[in-house]
């Protein structure tokens, strides 16, 4: 499968899902998000990268600790979940980007934190590492 064909899999999958995995407790809570909320701690000048953000809730819980969180994903459905969620809880400095992990359109050493929370199993696997777009 290549990159494009995951991604139309992936969109098809999950895009009309994405409010409820906004409302699911399972990804709204967890000793998981706490960990990162803890690691992450008081980093007001940080840029946070969150890959394959959902519904945005590790973006949700690190925004006031930091200086800025993208929130990053291939569905653009769950992207405009998060936007609107992010002005509803007056977190101004979460931004969205749409794309695909496995290929960053980032610069090295963009961000402080690159972080993910219950996606990386949707990613698609290459050989070696991911590739940032050049």
């Not at 701690?41 to 840029?47: F, K, P, V, Y």
């Not at 946070?48 to 519904?55: R, S």
């Not at 400095?93 to 934190?113: H, M």
Request: hydrophobic share 45%; proline share 2%; net charge negative.
């Amino acid at each position: 499968m290549n990159t494009e064909q995951h991604a139309q899999k992936v969109v098809k999958q999950f895009g009309s899902k994405a409010h409820g995995y906004l409302t699911s407790s399972v990804h709204a809570q967890g000793e998981d998000l706490a960990a990162l909320v803890e690691i992450v701690g008081l980093s007001h000048e940080a840029r946070v990268l969150d890959l394959g953000c959902g519904a945005g809730h590790v973006a949700f819980n690190l925004a006031p600790l930091v200086s800025e969180v993208v929130a990053y994903d291939l569905s653009e459905d769950m992207l405009a979940v998060v936007a609107q969620e992010a002005k509803r809880r007056d977190l101004p400095n979460i931004k969205t980007q749409i794309g695909a992990v496995e290929c960053l359109p980032y610069a090295d050493e963009s961000f402080d934190w690159v972080v993910t929370r219950l996606s990386a199993h949707h990613w698609l696997k290459r050989r070696g590492w991911f590739v940032r777009n050049q």
